[in-house]
């Protein structure tokens, strides 16, 4: 009978993840392809700082960028704050990205648990910081005088900075029943804020944006399905025309199994959408785990004008990792990076506690109330004895 109760509940279970996946499919679609037609507002090439639109992070670059489900690291904050929710320890990690000819970027991120409670009061929030600088390198601006003199000098293409502050926590933990299976789902959600300042062509432009992100996880089936925007603001001026910021929809699915022993499969399925752009991307990647210290990447864009091949590698041991990713499609496009992170895993958080520097008389009256009350012989007693006592003297 146990062994037929358990196929049942395989049966079962097998069932609704067949359902929530496609119930996840249907939800990236239904965000992806109408959205895709309703929000384009421009033509491509159309908005400015492109490094708002790059993939800041080699594991998310060598599965060709569909991170925004998986999202569970420091670098959650470039593709959906709502994952940064997962951190349990600190974690800091510096990347350095080297593009076509001169352009390069640097980026270092740091995230950390807090030591209090979030607003749902459901777990500790987690709150990151990071900062890139990228440059597109330099070029030399030669000016022919009326005297036939040439006068040159020396100018960034473009140079760009960019300052995130993110936050994000688990707002929700319990059990849905879904046709006699109880599905546990933890739902998280995270915001950021980014101040940016651009130099281009010898001009400067700063500017203010917006990113909010959700993630929902199903860890007994291993799925989780992630939704984002990044980017929104009110653009950037250069000189006196104001240019659009690239504002991105992000969404995807991943699956994630255990194999053999302990190395894990995981499957990641996401598609962007470019609001003030004609521009839409569909990708997908797979990273498998082994043992804990080796991971190997792949991933494929099917659809982007830099699609094609992408790869990675991560090494990891006691707190420590270094990643590597490239892409393998247009060489104007193609980029390098590699990264080095630690984890903090024997540092704890302790819970933060207000220190009492006032009297409480709550606990005074508590510990009144815990004293035992006089009965009323007690009480009739009482005057008695003052009555004899008053006689005893006038006596």
């Not at 979030?118 to 890139?132: E, F, I, N, Q, R």
């Not at 959600?189 to 990113?211: H, I, N, Q, R």
């Amino acid at each position: 009978m146990q062994e037929i109760k358990s196929v049942k509940a395989g049966k079962c279970s097998g069932r609704i993840a067949i359902r929530l996946c496609f119930f996840f499919f249907l939800t990236l679609s239904t965000l992806h392809f109408p959205l895709s037609t309703a929000l384009y507002a421009g033509s491509p090439g159309t908005t400015s700082l492109h490094v708002l639109k790059m993939d800041i992070s080699p594991r998310a670059l060598g599965m060709a960028g569909s991170f925004a489900a998986l999202a569970d690291d420091v670098y959650s904050m470039n593709y959906n704050p709502g994952g940064l929710g997962q951190l349990y320890v600190p974690e800091v990690s510096a990347m350095y990205l080297s593009g076509f000819e001169d352009s390069k970027l640097n980026y270092i991120g740091i995230g950390s648990p807090l030591p209090f409670l979030g607003m749902s009061k459901t777990a500790k929030p987690v709150a990151g910081l990071s900062l890139a600088f990228s440059g597109s390198g330099d070029f030399t601006h030669r000016v022919i005088n009326p005297d036939g003199t040439i006068t040159s000098r020396n100018l960034k293409a473009e140079s760009d900075t960019v300052l995130t502050f993110s936050y994000g926590e688990k707002f929700y933990s319990g059990e849905v029943n879904l046709e006699g299976y109880m599905a546990k789902l933890d739902q998280f959600f995270g915001a950021s804020v980014k101040y940016v300042k651009s130099e281009l062509l010898g001009y400067s432009g700063k500017a203010v944006a917006f990113d909010a992100g959700y993630l929902v996880i199903e860890p007994n089936l291993g799925l989780s399905l992630g939704a984002s925007v990044s980017n929104v603001g009110g653009g950037i001026k250069y000189i006196s025309e104001k240019n659009p910021l690239p504002v991105i929809f992000r969404t995807g699915i991943s699956y994630q199994k255990p194999t053999i022993m302990d190395q894990t499969l995981i499957l990641a399925v996401g598609g962007d959408i470019y609001a003030n752009e004609s521009v839409s991307t569909l990708k997908c990647g797979l990273e498998y785990h082994f043992q804990e210290i080796l991971n190997l990447r792949l991933g494929y864009k099917l659809k982007d004008d830099n699609k094609g091949l992408t790869m990675g590698l991560g090494v990891q041991h006691e707190g420590f990792s270094m990643d590597f990713g490239m892409t393998l499609s247009n060489e104007v496009f193609n980029t390098t990076q590699i990264a080095v992170s630690y984890k903090f895993a024997n540092f704890k958080i302790k819970e933060y506690k207000r220190q009492k520097r006032f009297k409480e008389p709550e606990k005074k009256e508590s510990e009144q109330i815990k004293k035992p009350s006089r009965t009323e012989q007690q009480r009739r007693k009482e005057p008695e004895k003052k009555k004899k006592e008053e006689f005893f003297w006038i006596y």
